[in-house]
């Protein structure tokens, strides 16, 4: 999987990562512009359901921003080990939040899909990273 010195797994998993942070980021902006009869209601039971919405929607936004940011820095330094460290750190930090997310939708209800399809994604760009690193230290 590595192309001379480069990391071909870090360069299309950094794709796909900035790819699904700009649907994640679309998906967002979304659900705010439909939304937008969030001021109907009152109540405490009323801002206990608008405080539980926001978490995942808060999540989901800076889930959305970073991912972009990660993947483009693995597309811009897929053939550069000096940045392979900092390519495997950013990889655990989207790990760290995908499996926060995933523990919010397990806690609220929802399915464990996410589990599985969201965690290997941040692995691939890792990998790809350490690859790259490899290659680095072979040259």
Do not use: D, H
Not at 57 to 64: G, N, P
Not at 88 to 110: D, H, K, R, W
């Amino acid at each position: 999987m590595r192309n001379g010195n480069g990391s071909i797994l870090l360069k299309v998993s950094g794709f796909v990562m900035a790819g699904l942070g700009v649907c994640a980021f679309g998906l967002g902006v979304l659900i705010l512009c439909v939304s937008g009869n969030a001021g109907e209601g009152s109540g405490a039971g009323y801002l206990a359901g608008l405080v539980s919405g926001a978490v995942p929607f808060v999540i989901l936004m800076v889930l959305a921003v970073i991912l972009i940011g990660v993947g483009l820095m693995g597309i811009k330094n897929w053939n550069n080990p000096a940045m392979a460290t900092q390519c495997a750190t950013a990889g655990g930090i989207v790990l760290g939040l995908f499996a926060l997310q995933t523990l919010n939708l397990i806690v609220s209800g929802g399915g464990y899909t996410m589990f599985a399809t969201g965690l290997l994604l941040p692995v691939f760009y890792i990998l790809g990273a350490m690859r790259l690193k490899g290659a680095g230290n072979q040259l």
